[in-house]
């Protein structure tokens, strides 16, 4: 299903209507057709994606079924869970209050979490820790707690989960020297955001993120009404061909500490404008916050071959060779979902992908993703 362009476009369309333009509409339908193809390849529930141009979204499409037991065809109004993606929104409200001056990047964790010192540390580091250490992923921590159940439970006691994993939870590094993903680091960013603001963590960044960007269908808990939308998720058996529902389902009352890190359910529309928020420089979000997120630690790739690939604040990036960025992003995924949003902070483009199955032909789609936001950007 493709998404009917409205009337905002227009003026973009019309801007377009050159041979750039031209170009731009045989990228668009290109992507469109490798996009069909790979998921009529993996022939198991649904692809959604969107590309977005100049801050806009320009072209949504769904191939396959959001519910494939009732043959209910997905469309980009259905509503996925984007797992790790959620990362980048808790960053980015942590950009907002440090740009109003609410909280500082370089606080010390235990200002805001005293029970941090009672992380496993040998070797004294627990006090080193900053929020800037568990935004850009070099507090040294674990990428999972080792609390049984720690990612289970209802979605009321992630608190409580987070707490109890810290004793769990052990220091592998001297925070701000390597880079090393953690689940748990940004679990427990968030409990303390909300306690350095004194308001829920949930009711904030719907204040101050989802609301101003009118993003009506992205949340952590879903209404009776959002529910009806929700995507099937599909996951699959790591043993054989086969595909489980119930996991994912179970998942929806609540999935433990995993909040802050992974917990946004949304649609295509929504992170849309997220995405062009993260681009464009009239946006709800002020410039420098968008500086801020962009800030990456010099010296430390996520990656020991490749020095151009960065950690900023929730956002991945690829640098060129004199540093500028050639693409920033995130992925996610979770029991039954996989999802990926790439974008350029310069030209405004980008491309989101959301899937409600966790098994296919190899991530194809993503890897199409990216050579089309290239090609979009190389206009």
């Not at 259905?78 to 907002?96: F, P, W």
């Not at 070099?138 to 990612?151: H, Q, Y």
């Not at 529902?245 to 890190?261: A, C, I, Q, T």
């Amino acid at each position: 299903m493709i998404m009917k362009l409205n009337k905002t476009l227009l003026p973009i369309l019309l801007l377009l209507a050159t041979a750039p333009a031209v170009y731009a509409q045989s990228v668009l339908t290109e992507y469109r057709t490798q996009i069909a193809e790979v998921a009529a390849e993996d022939s198991i529930a649904s692809i959604t994606t969107g590309v977005i141009v100049g801050g806009e979204l320009v072209q949504a499409d769904s191939f396959g079924c959001a519910d494939c037991e009732t043959d209910t065809p997905a469309t980009p109004q259905h509503i996925y869970r984007v797992g790790s993606i959620s990362k980048t929104m808790t960053s980015t409200l942590l950009s907002q209050l440090v740009h109003e001056g609410v909280i500082k990047l370089d606080d010390k964790l235990t200002k805001y979490i005293p029970e941090a010192s009672g992380l496993i540390d040998e070797n004294d580091w627990a006090g080193e820790i900053t929020l800037r250490h568990l935004a850009n992923h070099t507090s040294g921590l674990d990428r999972e707690p080792a609390l049984e159940g720690a990612a289970r439970g209802p979605i009321a006691g992630w608190k409580d989960k987070i707490i109890a994993s810290i004793p769990t939870t052990s220091i592998n590094t001297k925070p701000g020297t390597k880079y090393a993903y953690s689940n748990i680091g940004y679990g427990i960013l968030g409990l303390a955001i909300e306690r350095a603001t004194g308001e829920p963590f949930m009711d904030l960044i719907q204040r101050k993120l989802f609301d101003p960007l009118g993003m009506e269908n992205t949340t952590f808990v879903l209404s009776d009404e959002q529910m009806k939308m929700v995507s099937t998720g599909y996951q699959g058996n790591p043993n054989d061909d086969t595909f489980d529902s119930e996991r994912p389902r179970l998942d929806h009352s609540g999935r433990g500490y995993k909040v802050p890190n992974g917990g946004v359910y949304t649609t295509v529309a929504d992170l849309a404008k997220y995405l062009g928020a993260l681009t464009d420089d009239n946006s709800v979000l002020p410039v420098e916050v968008k500086t801020l997120i962009h800030q990456y630690p010099e010296g430390i790739s996520t990656n020991p071959d490749n020095p151009n690939s960065v950690y900023g604040l929730g956002v991945t990036m690829t640098l060129s060779n004199d540093g500028e960025i050639l693409r920033s992003g995130h992925g996610g995924s979770v029991a039954g979902y996989t999802a990926w949003m790439g974008y350029n902070p310069k030209h405004g483009n980008g491309i989101i992908l959301l899937r409600n199955y966790n098994k296919g032909g190899g991530y194809k789609d993503i890897t199409i993703a990216q050579e089309i936001l290239t090609k979009l950007n190389n206009m």
